[in-house]
């Protein structure tokens, strides 16, 4: 009896230092189409919980999420899409500052060359996608 209640404990104050730990995050929504020549920083595209005034820029602490916007994926559609930065400045290998990016159906993440030669790997701490 007496690991059973140990184990509980354990679990419970597993779930609540998890919690504390978590409480200043917020998940950070677009829906907006990131085009050719911007990236996860384009001006006013995240919004808290996707409602709200939306904010420039990715810091960590936050998840994100780009979530469907009404257009079904395809060619030439203006679908959910997000990009790496773009910049000739940008450096060659990009982490994504975000704790994490979801995708979720009907969205894109769309990788870009910083030059003829390049095209920036992009990494994040926890990439993530929502099937359908």
Not at 30 to 55: D, E, L, M, R, S
Not at 69 to 92: D, E, I
Not at 101 to 114: A, G, Q, S, V, Y
Request: charged share 10%.
């Amino acid at each position: 009896m007496r690991t059973i209640t140990t184990l509980i404990n354990s679990t419970l104050l597993s779930a609540c230092l998890w919690t504390a730990s978590s409480a200043g995050a917020a998940t950070m929504v677009t829906t907006n189409v990131v085009g050719g020549n911007t990236g996860w920083n384009t001006t006013g595209i995240w919004k808290t919980n996707g409602v709200g005034t939306a904010v420039t820029g990715v810091v960590p602490g936050n998840t994100y999420e780009c979530a469907f916007n009404g257009v079904a994926f395809g060619n030439s559609t203006a679908n959910t899409r997000m990009r790496n930065l773009y910049a000739t400045t940008s450096p060659l290998f990009q982490t994504f500052p975000g704790d994490s990016l979801t995708l979720h159906t009907n969205t894109e993440f769309r990788f870009k060359r910083i030059d003829a030669n390049n095209i920036p790997p992009s990494i994040s701490p926890a990439w993530a996608a929502i099937p359908a």
